[in-house]
């Protein structure tokens, strides 16, 4: 059974940063994909980073140049550093691990809020 264990959400003003994390316990084995989604209120969930275990990234063109992805294969753990945040980047933010040939693992989600 894989967990992942988000946190690091809360409430920034515009401009601000965040950084998230999420730790990922159990069988993913030593290749895979960690990747972070958002929903907001209202609209589908989409794909903000991901990162696979050599390290390829790649990043919506919505938060290019704000959004840092990064990972510690040791501690099997995946960053999100969000900087000039902005009011519609507000959403929840899931943490995901795909494993080599196998399904994708959500986390229960941290919600990140932007407003003054």
């Known amino acids: 059974q894989v967990q992942l264990v988000e946190s690091g959400g809360g409430l920034v003003q515009p401009g601000g940063s965040l950084r998230l994390s999420c730790a990922a316990s159990?069988?993913?084995?030593?290749?895979?994909?960690m990747e972070w989604y958002r929903q907001a209120p209202g609209k589908q969930r989409e794909l903000v980073a991901s990162?696979?275990?050599?390290?390829?990234?790649n990043y919506a063109d919505s938060v290019k140049g704000r959004f840092t992805i990064s990972r510690a294969l040791i501690k099997n753990t995946v960053y999100l550093q969000m900087n000039s945040l902005k009011p519609e980047d507000t959403a929840l933010y899931y943490c995901?691990?795909?494993?080599?040939?196998?399904?994708?693992?959500w986390g229960q989600g941290t919600q990140v809020t932007v407003s003054s």
């Open positions: 995901a691990v795909v494993p080599y040939g196998e399904e994708r693992y």
């Open positions: 159990g069988r993913i084995g030593d290749i895979y994909i």
């Open positions: 990162i696979t275990t050599s390290g390829t990234t």
